[in-house]
């Protein structure tokens, strides 16, 4: 009975196929190729040892709840919600070769050796070697990515709860400052209307004095009743009091 691959590695097997038979392939197609296919990179002789160990990457992924998730246009082993760059490949070694004149270049002289590579900027890799081959190392692999993938989670995790704490830390703050500035603006406007009340009370007492005055000296007059109209209009005005 034919070996029945997961989904996605037999719809990878058919897409490198089809490449396969093309003798040039755009980079438009590499991107379609890494946002939608598993990166496997090797020439078609390794490729069934290769599409096995994804199968059974893959295959022990979904038994433990995790799974392949492909994002800008690469494709990640997701665990606990933190992605995980993959690739595996074909390793090429290089050499560094002196000319006459003492230059050094570099070429790549390809292997039979299969190399599978975990995380991007910084990847940890596993390959062939003479006493161990990479399927061997399947178990580390899965270990090594989930220990970094829950380390990666309980971080997010701790951060999230510790801006948690700072944003309701932060809106205490805020608060208690919107009270204490009520808080100032009341007792601001109690000073000030008690001010200005005292100040009425000192402009009604010069004008009764100011108007006995003249009333005593005969010297009231329309103009003064019109300015003491006028006076005890405005102290009524400052006078927070007034009309309560």
């Known amino acids: 009975m034919?070996?029945?691959?997961?989904?996605?590695?037999q719809k990878t097997?058919?897409?490198l196929e089809r490449l396969d038979k093309q003798k040039k392939i755009s980079w438009e197609e590499w991107q379609k190729f890494g946002s939608q296919f598993l990166p496997i990179h090797t020439e078609p002789k390794l490729r069934k040892r290769a599409l096995k160990f994804m199968d059974a990457l893959i295959r022990k992924?979904?038994?433990?709840?995790?799974?392949?998730?492909?994002?800008?246009q690469d494709c990640h082993i997701e665990m606990y919600g933190v992605l995980t760059q993959i690739n595996l490949r074909q390793k090429y070694f290089r050499k560094r070769i002196p000319d006459s004149?003492?230059?050094v270049s570099n070429s790549y002289e390809k292997s039979n050796l299969l190399e599978f590579q975990a995380g991007s900027a910084y990847f940890k890799n596993w390959i062939d070697k003479k006493t161990k081959t990479l399927e061997d190392y399947l178990q580390a692999i899965y270990?090594?990515?989930e220990k970094d993938s829950k380390h990666t989670a309980e971080c997010w995790e701790?951060?999230?709860?510790?801006?948690e704490q700072e944003e309701a830390q932060r809106k205490i703050e805020e608060e208690k400052a919107r009270l204490e500035a009520?808080?100032?603006?009341?007792?601001?406007k109690l000073i000030i209307d008690a001010e200005n009340h005292n100040t009425a009370n000192i402009i009604r007492s010069y004008l009764k004095t100011y108007s006995d005055k003249l009333t005593r000296s005969n010297n009231f007059t329309s103009n003064t009743e019109e300015y003491l109209f006028w006076?005890?209009?405005k102290a009524d005005e400052l006078d927070p009091l007034n009309g309560i």
């Open 2 to 9: 034919p070996f029945k691959y997961h989904p996605l590695v």
């Open 13 to 15: 097997k058919v897409e």
């Open 61 to 72: 992924l979904e038994e433990n709840n995790h799974s392949i998730k492909f994002e800008y």
């Open 101 to 103: 004149r003492g230059y």
């Open 143 to 145: 270990d090594y990515i």
């Open 158 to 163: 701790r951060n999230r709860i510790r801006q």
């Open 182 to 188: 009520i808080e100032n603006e009341k007792f601001n």
């Open 231 to 233: 006076a005890n209009k």
